[in-house]
T-cell receptor
Framework: DVKVTQSSRYLVKRTGEKVFLECVQDMDHENMFWYRQDPGLGLRLIYFSYDVKMKEKGDIPEGYSVSREKKERFSLILESASTNQTSMYLC????????????FGQGTRLTVV | KNQVEQSPQSLIILEGKNCTLQCNYTVSPFSNLRWYKQDTGRGPVSLTIMTFSENTKSNGRYTATLDADTKQSSLHITASQLSDSASYICVVRIGNTGKLIFGQGTTLQVKP
């Protein structure tokens, strides 16, 4: 059974803190993604990675960075958390190819106070 | 602009009834369209994938249709169950970049 696991279901952090969101997949997928999901806006792409040590900016990368030191792990970093980064964060992974399915983690609901 | 619009935004139906969710897109070039189901507090899970040449595809009580000419898709749920209560997200893949464009989702509530 394929699995994408995010390290936390719920997080509460203070403004200005550095926050790490971890994502691990066990499917040997090359491609990994970080999205945020907000009501009425759908999923928006923050960063993605096509391979180890590779990263590309998505549509809303400001205030975020990522790390992919190992194929199975993709970390999202909030350098200095702000209240407007309160959101649901979803990690996904998939194989390369036009019709491959993206598998999502269960999400991390982050609240910045 | 590449966009995916879903309607209705939310829907309440009685258990056992059928319903249809709509998705209109302006994505070009088109690669494929997926419907995802997202239970509350969970990540989305794929229900179906539609490519350009496919008109209809079923997955149990879920049937997706695609009209590539009008750039519309629908998801029909037959004999709804309480477990169908979820958000349903339409996702279109851009052909040349592989980027996914997400709709805002339709929230379905099935009441007993």
């Amino acid at each position: 059974d394929v699995k994408v696991t995010q390290s936390s279901r719920y997080l509460v952090k203070r403004t200005g803190e550095k926050v790490f969101l971890e994502c691990v997949q066990d499917m040997d997928h090359e491609n990994m993604f970080w999205y945020r999901q907000d009501p009425g806006l759908g999923l928006r792409l923050i960063y993605f990675s096509y391979d180890v040590k590779m990263k590309e900016k998505g549509d809303i990368p400001e205030g975020y960075s990522v790390s992919r030191e190992k194929k199975e792990r993709f970390s999202l970093i909030l350098e200095s958390a702000s209240t407007n980064q309160t959101s649901m964060y979803l990690c996904a992974s998939r194989l390369p190819g036009p019709d491959t399915e993206a598998f999502f983690g269960q999400g991390t609901r982050l609240t910045v106070v | 602009k590449n966009q995916v619009e879903q309607s209705p935004q939310s829907l309440i139906i009685l258990e056992g009834k059928n319903c249809t969710l709509q998705c209109n897109y302006t994505v070009s070039p088109f690669s494929n369209l997926r419907w995802y189901k997202q239970d509350t507090g969970r990540g989305p899970v794929s229900l179906t994938i539609m490519t350009f040449s496919e008109n209809t595809k079923s997955n149990g009580r879920y049937t997706a249709t695609l009209d590539a000419d009008t750039k519309q898709s629908s998801l029909h749920i037959t004999a709804s169950q309480l477990s169908d209560s979820a958000s349903y997200i339409c996702v279109v893949r851009i052909g040349n970049t592989g980027k996914l464009i997400f709709g805002q989702g339709t929230t379905l509530q099935v009441k007993p």
